[in-house]
């Protein structure tokens, strides 16, 4: 998920420099990768299978901008878990005097570690369903028709993110 961001910003900008097809062979080098290849079947774009051209490609680059800036949120939870969770002992030098699970520097460690370990636990589950939501509609990039539902929900998901990151704000 690290490299949605990047690679969509690479494709953007490989498109309007006529190298939609080099941009769509990134996309699927990492999506075989990470994911493994791609089921055979599927109807082909514009009747040519893997040749993805670029308002395809250029398509596929802006939803996996949007996907990746969500799987942002998630993994902000992982590092809060590792800093505020793992190594709360070290980045909160006390008094603990008013922490969860004080007084003592173990007991708010423990509580601490505790409480963020669900959080870690729902973050990974949700970075592992945006990796195969964004490995579905890498299918479009060797010719195949993906779902309706796919760009459905691509294309909902960032809703709620947007509210949650918004409420964040608000709280801090």
Same mark, same amino acid.
């Given at each position: 998920m690290a490299a949605l961001l990047p690679l969509a910003v690479a494709a953007l900008l490989a498109v309007p420099l006529g190298r939609a097809r080099a941009a769509a062979g990134w996309w699927l080098r990492l999506r075989s990768r990470l994911l493994g290849p791609l089921p055979p079947g599927g109807a082909g774009v514009a009747g040519r299978p893997g040749r993805a051209g670029g308002l395809v490609v250029a398509g596929h680059a802006v939803l996996s901008l949007l996907l990746g800036a969500v799987a942002l949120l998630p993994f902000g939870a992982l590092? $809060?878990?590792?800093?505020? *969770?793992?190594?709360?002992?070290? %980045?909160?030098?006390?008094?603990?005097?008013?922490?969860?699970?004080?007084?003592?520097?173990?007991?708010?460690?423990? $509580?601490?570690?505790?409480? *963020?370990?669900?959080?870690?636990? %729902?973050a990974l589950l949700l970075l592992a369903g945006l990796a195969a939501l964004h490995g579905r509609l890498s299918g479009v990039l060797a010719g195949q028709r993906p779902a309706r539902w796919v760009f459905a929900v691509a294309l909902t998901v960032p809703l709620p993110a947007v509210a949650l990151f918004v409420a964040w704000l608000h709280q801090i």
């Open positions: 590092l $809060a878990f590792v800093f505020r *969770g793992v190594c709360y002992g070290l %980045v909160d030098p006390g008094p603990y005097d008013t922490s969860w699970g004080g007084p003592s520097r173990a007991g708010a460690w423990a $509580a601490h570690f505790l409480v *963020g370990l669900p959080m870690a636990a %729902v």
